[in-house]
């Protein structure tokens, strides 16, 4: 079994100190649209993932939804900053429900 070296962790940096560095601190504003970003293209990936395991096409989410399926394609792809209204609408379209907590 090969021992581990502590010495080998210097210098690695952290995911934050990362982000600091190339988006700036948090509540920057360069930091807060990075952030954001992140953010719609987490929950699109969440709303693709669902569409895909009920074998439903965008046109169909779409469809059932009441919108493009561009708009959908947008979403998916963390494109568009979407209302909290649309995203409960496409979420509720396919089954899933959403919780707020107090953090």
Same mark, same amino acid.
């Given at each position: 079994? /090969?021992?581990?070296?502590?010495?080998?962790?210097?210098?690695?940096? /952290?995911?934050?100190?990362?982000? &600091? %560095?190339?988006?700036?601190?948090?509540?920057?504003?360069?930091?807060?649209?990075?952030?954001?970003?992140?953010?719609?293209?987490?929950?699109?990936?969440?709303?693709? &993932?669902?569409? %895909?395991?009920?074998? !439903?096409?965008?046109?169909?989410?779409?469809?059932?939804?009441? /919108?493009?399926?561009?708009?959908?394609?947008?979403?998916?792809?963390?494109? /568009? &900053? !979407?209302? !909290?209204?649309?995203?409960?609408?496409?979420?509720?379209? !396919?089954?899933?429900?959403?919780?707020?907590?107090?953090?």
């Amino acid at each position: 079994m /090969t021992e581990f070296d502590i010495n080998k962790l210097e210098g690695l940096h /952290t995911a934050s100190e990362l982000l &600091d %560095k190339k988006y700036g601190r948090k509540g920057t504003e360069s930091r807060e649209e990075f952030d954001g970003k992140a953010r719609a293209w987490y929950y699109g990936e969440i709303l693709r &993932d669902r569409r %895909k395991e009920l074998k !439903m096409t965008q046109q169909e989410l779409a469809d059932k939804v009441g /919108t493009a399926r561009s708009y959908i394609a947008r979403v998916e792809k963390g494109e /568009t &900053d !979407m209302q !909290m209204s649309s995203f409960l609408r496409i979420a509720s379209a !396919m089954g899933l429900s959403v919780e707020l907590k107090a953090i």
